[in-house]
């Protein structure tokens, strides 16, 4: 167990429908980070949490948004969901905005659209 | 953020030292390279970092060239169970890039019997 916890560990839907994923950094972490693994284009990076607040985005979609909330969790929704949506969603947290010490993902939530 | 060079694949025999290159020629002199390993579907693995000297944990080593444009990590004793995608990156330290980490296509590194 690394610390970051995420739900739901898999997800299937439709497309065109809505989904949220959640993460829990590990305890006393700050910034939370989100990932995008699919087949074809590795791990990208989407976003980036520090205390409630957005710090950096990547190339995320704007169907997609995240929000960390006053308990640092965070959540990413998904909207409008394709086919290529499919992919698995990595979560990290770190210490500080740069996290000098490393950063610590989750399991993922495997998301499955169809 | 610099870029990383990695070769796609390596080959390495249980009980042998791994020893995994990678160029980052254009890094910055404020610029740490960490080292993440991910097995199969798991989310990434923090192995180790460093900015000029070489690191050791229990986990491997990090060995960082002077003119620190490249850079080897070494699984001492290496186990079927370090076989994994092996990504070096150079982690931004400036500006809206602060923080990120930037994964490249890794080295998958396969440990044999």
């Known amino acids: 167990d690394s610390g970051v916890t995420q739900t739901p560990k898999h997800l299937i839907t439709a497309t065109g429908q809505r989904v949220t994923l959640r993460c829990s950094p590990r305890?006393?972490?700050?910034?939370v980070y989100w990932y995008q693994q699919s087949l074809d284009q590795g791990l990208q990076f989407l976003i980036q949490y520090y205390n409630g607040e957005e710090r950096a985005k990547g190339n995320i979609l704007e169907r997609f948004s995240a929000q960390q909330f006053p308990d640092l969790h965070s959540e990413l929704n998904l909207s409008s969901l394709e086919l290529g949506d499919s992919a698995l969603y990595f979560c990290?947290?770190?210490?500080?905005?740069?996290?000098?010490?490393?950063?610590?993902f989750g399991s993922g939530t495997r998301l499955t659209v169809v | 953020d610099a870029k990383t060079t990695q070769p796609p694949s390596m080959d390495c025999a249980e009980g042998r030292a791994a020893n995994l290159p990678c160029n980052h020629s254009?890094?910055?002199?404020?610029?740490?390279v960490y080292w993440y390993r991910q097995i199969h579907s798991q989310g990434p693995q923090y192995i180790i970092h460093g900015l000029k000297n070489n690191e050791t944990n229990e986990m491997a080593s990090l060995i960082i060239t002077e003119d620190r444009k490249s850079s080897t990590l070494i699984l001492p004793h290496a186990t079927l169970r370090d076989t994994a995608v092996y990504y070096c990156i150079v982690r931004g330290a400036g500006g809206t890039s602060y923080g990120k980490l930037t994964f490249g296509q890794g080295t998958i590194l396969t440990v044999h019997p």
């Open positions: 254009t890094i910055s002199g404020n610029e740490y």
């Open positions: 305890s006393g972490d700050l910034s």
């Open positions: 990290a947290s770190s210490g500080a905005t740069g996290g000098i010490s490393g950063y610590t």
